[in-house]
């Protein structure tokens, strides 16, 4: 049963720390994906890949957030310096991306990471 | 732009009422509709999913169909149980070539025994 894997699944940080959440697609996937979830604001994308080639990062504070990845089985979502307001579920997710329609497949998302910034 | 709209909830259903829960959405092409939900502390899963007009997706009960006419895809389930308490999103994928979803707000199912 494939499953995408996130890791830390919660972190605890001060202002100004660094944070680095990890995501393993599922085998075979060519998008990835990151979200980040609060009350206030829902579910937003903040950046994701085809083929590795990051495709769209305009939901991301550039300043302070970056994603990455490395190869195929690893994903990476850093925030540096962690801000309290950055405190939110950070859910990867992957898929494949019809190429034919143009249409995003199914998404597969991870278990989420849960991070509080003090 | 592409967008997804939703019922407000919190919906609060007893168990084995009957349940809708509404999508409408906008979009440029013709794209590709899910449902997911989640349950509390966990991501989000895949419910159910229609890719053409008159589809009908269904898994565990739960139904919707793509209506292309009314540009809807309400979530129904004819009696839902306490385990179904969850947050529901709706979501499409058109066919724009960014394989990205437009997602709904969500809305909270809680379904009381």
């Known amino acids: 049963d494939a499953r995408v894997t996130q890791t830390p699944r919660h972190k605890v940080t001060e202002m100004g720390q660094e944070v680095t959440m990890r995501c393993q697609p599922i085998l075979g996937h060519n998008t990835v994906f990151w979200y980040r979830q609060t009350m206030m604001q829902g579910l937003e994308l903040l950046a994701y890949f085809r083929n590795r080639a990051p495709l769209d990062d305009s939901g991301m504070p550039k300043d302070r957030f970056s994603a990455e990845m490395p190869d195929a089985t690893l994903a990476t979502l850093k925030i540096q310096p962690s801000e309290p307001r950055d405190s939110a579920v950070y859910f990867c997710?992957?898929?494949?991306?019809?190429?034919?329609?143009?249409?995003?497949?199914?998404?597969?998302f991870g278990p989420g990471t849960r991070l509080l910034v003090l | 732009g592409d967008s997804v709209t939703q019922m407000e909830g919190p919906v609060t259903l007893s168990e084995e009422a009957f349940l809708t829960i509404n999508c409408t959405y906008t979009?440029?092409?013709?794209?590709?509709l899910f449902w997911y939900v989640q349950y509390p502390g966990e991501g989000l899963q895949l419910l159910l999913k229609?890719?053409?007009?008159?589809d009908k997706g269904s898994n565990k009960g739960f139904e919707a169909t793509y209506r292309k006419e009314t540009t809807s895809f309400h979530l129904e389930k004819g009696s839902v149980q306490v385990s179904d308490s969850a947050v529901y999103f709706c979501a499409l994928s058109d066919v724009d070539g960014t394989y990205k979803y437009i997602f709904g707000t969500g809305t909270r199912l809680k379904v009381l025994a």
């Open positions: 229609a890719t053409k007009a008159d």
């Open positions: 997710a992957s898929g494949l991306g019809d190429t034919s329609s143009g249409r995003g497949e199914t998404q597969y």
């Open positions: 979009a440029t092409g013709y794209p590709s």
